[in-house]
């Protein structure tokens, strides 16, 4: 009994110092812990003015129990070299995560132009996002902008993933990237071509054989696998054989992590109320895309060539805001969250390149601007109502746009999440003790 009051003792003292640290000496930089690794998705191949827009499943990823620090993408050649977006237009790259049953091979099945998951061994895992069902429930997913805009995740905080205790009995967790890309190298416009408008890629069915809806002009409906931009009369160049390269940057679990969530909220959503329902995605309607119309002539004499957009979504949990940064398409000037009291939560901006070199590419964003707020000083509230804007030129129109707001959001700051970790792991030393 004497050894048990000495370990209690002990214990407390522990715990009572930690507790009364103030919080930015309760923990130390992990950054000298944070590994990282260069991967390439599978090859793919694109000749003038066709298009990939794959679904590659299993692919390298760091394993096990780990917080996510940043990832980082761009298209490259067989050389390795960066490929520019006047080239090869990289639309999107999003990565998933899902769980597997365990001993199968490479598990998925071909519907149309997609490799798809068979749902009877698969789970896909989303985000915490609030689009109805699996849209836009990817982990990571940038465009154009990938080369210059930041995904690094401050300390102490990270995405965790590879917990045991969630992951099913008899499965593993793995990973998915999805690859858009056009070739625009000898289209006719390249523009057009990037904006999936439908007249250039002589399109009328969708991918499933479908026929497109009235009045749709361009999007993802008319840019799938394997379709083909119009090029100029007698171009002709070779095929090249492409890679996505991905760095990924994480550290190895433990209790000094603060984990975040991830959200993605979309501009077109709209929101109908319903006392019925029992999802809680299930009144959300996130169409992803959406259409900017040319302004009047009147207007492009002035200033008043702008489109702008918005949507007000309710938040039923909220929290600290760790990061924040939008993705839109050509012609986008930016894009704000603001909370219902009118508070600017996060403002993102693009930068468009200059030049001919990648990263660097004349009229197409190569950046968006991101939000680092002081962890504390940014937070939304349970049931809060937040408003999206996104603001694009209209000067000339736009198909195919997006206005997507990707957030890393905290339950908890540092001092609390170390605190109630501590807690806990006391009482289980003093169950421990007295059992």
């Known amino acids: 009994m004497c050894s048990a009051s000495r370990d209690l003792v002990i214990s407390l003292a522990i715990l009572l110092v930690v507790l009364s640290t103030p919080c930015s000496g309760a923990f130390g930089k992990i950054e000298n812990n944070i590994k990282s690794a260069v991967f390439l998705s599978p090859k793919f191949e694109l000749g003038p003015g066709s298009v990939v827009n794959r679904y590659y499943y299993d692919i390298d990823f760091p394993r096990g129990h780990i917080a996510l620090k940043s990832f980082n993408a761009e298209v490259i050649d067989e050389a390795g070299n960066p490929v520019p977006l ?179 909220l979309d501009v077109t959503d709209t929101l109908k109320i319903s006392d019925n329902s029992k999802e809680m ?26 489109h702008v957009k918005r949507t007000s979504l309710p938040m039923r949990t909220g929290g600290y805001v760790i990061y924040g940064v939008a993705h839109q398409h050509s012609g986008g000037t930016g894009s704000t969250l603001y909370g219902q009291d009118g508070r600017v939560i996060c403002s993102s901006i693009p930068s468009y390149g200059n030049g001919n070199e ?22 939304i509230i349970d049931g809060e109502t937040l408003t999206l804007e996104s603001n694009y030129s209209s000067t000339q129109g736009h198909t195919g746009v997006m206005g997507l ?20 792991s006391f009482l289980m030393d003093v169950n421990n003790i007295f059992n």
């Not at 890393?408 to 999440?417: D, F, G, I, M, S």
């Open 86 to 264: 006047h080239e090869t237009y990289l639309h999107h790259w999003v990565v998933g995560r899902y769980y597997q049953r365990k001993h199968l091979r490479s598990h998925t099945g071909n519907d149309g132009h997609h490799r798809v998951l068979h749902e009877s061994d698969s789970v896909f895992v989303r985000n915490n996002g609030i689009c109805q069902k699996d849209i836009l429930g990817q982990y990571y997913g940038l465009g154009s902008e990938t080369r210059g805009t930041a995904t690094d995740i401050p300390d102490p905080f990270g995405i965790v993933v590879g917990d045991p205790a969630e992951i099913p009995e008899g499965y593993e967790e793995k990973w998915m990237v999805n690859v858009h890309a056009i070739d625009t190298r000898g289209v006719e416009d390249k523009l057009g071509c990037t904006e999936c408008r439908c007249d250039l890629y002589n399109v009328t069915i969708d991918e499933y054989g479908r026929p497109l809806k009235s009045g749709y002009r361009g999007g993802l409906l008319c840019c799938y696998d394997y379709t083909q931009c119009r090029l100029k009369e007698d171009y002709e160049g070779p095929k090249r054989s492409l890679y996505l390269r991905y760095t990924v940057k994480w550290v190895d679990w433990d209790n000094f992590i603060v984990p975040v969530k991830i959200y993605i």
């Open 281 to 306: 995605n299930s009144d959300h309607d996130c169409k992803v895309e959406y259409e900017v119309e040319s302004c009047s002539k009147d207007n492009k004499d002035g200033n008043g060539c702008l």
């Open 358 to 379: 990648a990263g660097d590419e004349a009229g197409y964003i190569v950046g968006m601007s991101t939000c680092y707020p002081q962890p504390g000083s940014v937070k």
């Open 405 to 424: 707001f990707y957030l890393l959001v905290a339950e908890q700051l540092p001092q609390q999440h170390f605190s109630h970790s501590l807690r806990s």
